[in-house]
């Protein structure tokens, strides 16, 4: 399966975004989709996943302030971020952990299958 991220830029702290991740080649009601980030000089940090039933689950960092959502006709999951902070900012990817049978939500970017090209997050102070 093929994903194709979308919808980073520069943006002010306290204003919100919306990341888009478009998937493509498979069967997207397979897949349990999630959200990963990675600043620089730092390592790839999980941010939120959803299962195919939309069953979610986010890091601590983000609670609150994230929502991840997914709309299996359009084979697209979506990363609302509202009152981003300056830590937000880092290349977000997403990625598709083929989970058709158990709803696995992990945390673990060794979990998934397929990964996005990123899109950046640049939160100005």
């Known amino acids: 399966v093929q994903l194709q991220a979308s919808g980073g830029g520069l943006v002010q702290a306290g204003v919100s975004l919306r990341l888009s991740c478009a998937a493509s080649g498979g069967t997207f009601s397979n897949y349990v989709m999630g959200w990963f980030r990675q600043a620089p000089g730092k390592e790839r940090e999980f941010v939120a996943v959803?299962?195919?039933?939309?069953?979610?689950y986010y890091a601590d960092s983000v609670k609150g302030r994230f929502t991840i959502s997914r709309d299996n006709a359009k084979s697209t999951v979506y990363l609302q971020m509202k009152s981003l902070k300056p830590e937000d900012t880092a290349v977000y990817y997403c990625?598709?952990?083929?989970?058709?049978?158990?709803?696995?939500?992990?945390?673990?970017?060794?979990?998934?299958?397929?990964w996005g090209q990123g899109t950046q997050v640049t939160v100005s102070s």
């Open positions: 990625a598709a952990d083929f989970s058709p049978r158990v709803a696995r939500l992990s945390s673990t970017a060794n979990s998934y299958d397929f």
């Open positions: 959803i299962s195919w039933s939309s069953s979610t």
